[in-house]
């Protein structure tokens, strides 16, 4: 196999990354349409979309051995290989994740989950959220570290806006048990999106500085 | 490097996988001591423990591209070596998400997270998921796949436990909001300590067959 195909291997690779970054933003953003305006066409495009999602992550997962194997990738090529498997694990994971939060919507709908006291911290949770997943998608274009660790201060808000709401849920609540769990879930799974995200972008600072702190 | 040297590589891997496994396990069982049995040291046991399970996940991740870039693996070995860089990261989380079970735990102590009406599904949901932390440990010391599709009729225990308490905790639930949140979050805390742990065996399936699919 000649070098032009590996480097196009390589470059599939990323490309099938950057698609599923893509992917798991317009996922969220869908899911927080469905959440905050009551959308169902939007939360079902986030059902519908997941199947999409988890394809690229099985593409990324069978390219990979044969890579290794047929390539011997060293340095820069073996670390971007080898943290792929993990980008792509994570990118599928929020979109998972995006479609628990369109199915809590869906659930109820046309009822809204989230009555008017709520509105506030919830929209600065899911902006928060897509601001992260838009960032990550840059982040693996440029793979700059240094956007990579702007990152922290997104995820700062969001784990900041996930305690104002546990907050607000305990203490006199009017709407009930069933609605104080669906928000209290809600707030996890935005959570655990964005920390999905981080993940992502401390693999492209790992990728190119080989340091695995951020 | 010698080829001995090479084989002894392998086996401070898998050993590392075998030893984390063990720790996962040992993690939910005192977080369930924790939450069940109202048993500060136990609880307080699994957030100190969580630092080996994080290093011994940090080691796997060095091991990977020295092992790859010296010895360039192929067919088994090279499954081993890109597998064990996802179970780590199953088994690291499992102990991540026993930990969040004993913080909720030790937020209340000494009263108790589980009234005596939720102390049968909380019980069913904790038993369930250490069998399957157990039987993950088996596994992936034998790498039989009959006995990690095994693993499927646990997690569906666990998804059956997780939605009948779900169902309690909507259903007129006298405790209040607070603690209808810390149980559905507890409950959530099991079912994905379980799905890392049904992944896990994913990948020991993948391991000897070559095949993704369980």
Known sequence: MSRDSYGEQLDRLTGL??????????????????????????AEAVLRGDALL??????VEAMIPLLVARHQPVAGDLRLVLCAMRIAGDLERMGDLAVHVAKVALMRHPVTVVPPMATGV??????AATRIADKTAVVLATRDPLDAMQLGLDDDEVDAAH?????MLVSAWPYGIESAIDLAL????????ADHAVNVARQVVYLVTGDIRL
Chains 1, 2 share one sequence.
């Open 186 to 193: 809600v707030g996890r799974y935005y959570e655990r999106y």
């Open 163 to 167: 305690a104002s709401l546990l907050s």
């Open 54 to 59: 988890d394809a690229r992550r099985t593409d």
């Open 17 to 42: 990354l950057a698609a599923m970054s893509r992917d798991a933003a317009a996922a969220i953003r869908g899911a927080s349409s469905g959440l905050l305006q009551v959308d169902r066409d939007a």
């Open 122 to 127: 919830l929209t600065t949770l899911a902006d």
